[in-house]
């Protein structure tokens, strides 16, 4: 590999890939998780999908496949926000964003990836 032809100023370095590499909670990181999840669950690529709240702030989908569901949150705001009253709380969590926790408020740009029990 040569040298690159742009300059890398230093307010760019924590997002190089060798950086992000090996910080577990860098985005890239975070990136490779969320794939593996979707490889690993049908539910993720396949099936039905069903916007259950769709505010300002709150975005809550849940996707159906081969007998598995998983529910997404995703706080969109810079603000926490309330896990909406109409969706029950269940399921092991695969993936959480800021310290998302089932059941409460999701923190800013939060989100939550839950697998549900039937």
């Not at 890239?28 to 999840?37: F, G, K, N, V």
């Amino acid at each position: 590999a040569g040298q690159p032809w742009l300059p890398l100023g230093a307010e760019n370095l924590e997002r190089a890939v060798d950086r992000q590499t090996a910080d577990p909670a860098s985005l890239l990181s975070l990136t490779r998780e969320l794939l593996a999840l979707r490889r690993a669950h049908p539910a993720l690529r396949e099936g039905t999908f069903d916007v259950l709240h769709a505010g300002e702030a709150l975005l809550a989908v849940r996707r159906v496949a081969q007998g598995h569901s998983m529910l997404c949150l995703l706080n969109l705001s810079a603000q926490a926000c309330a896990w909406p009253q109409d969706i029950a709380v269940g399921g092991q969590v695969l993936a959480a964003v800021n310290a998302a926790q089932p059941g409460q408020q999701l923190p800013p740009f939060g989100a939550l990836l839950l697998e549900e029990t039937n």
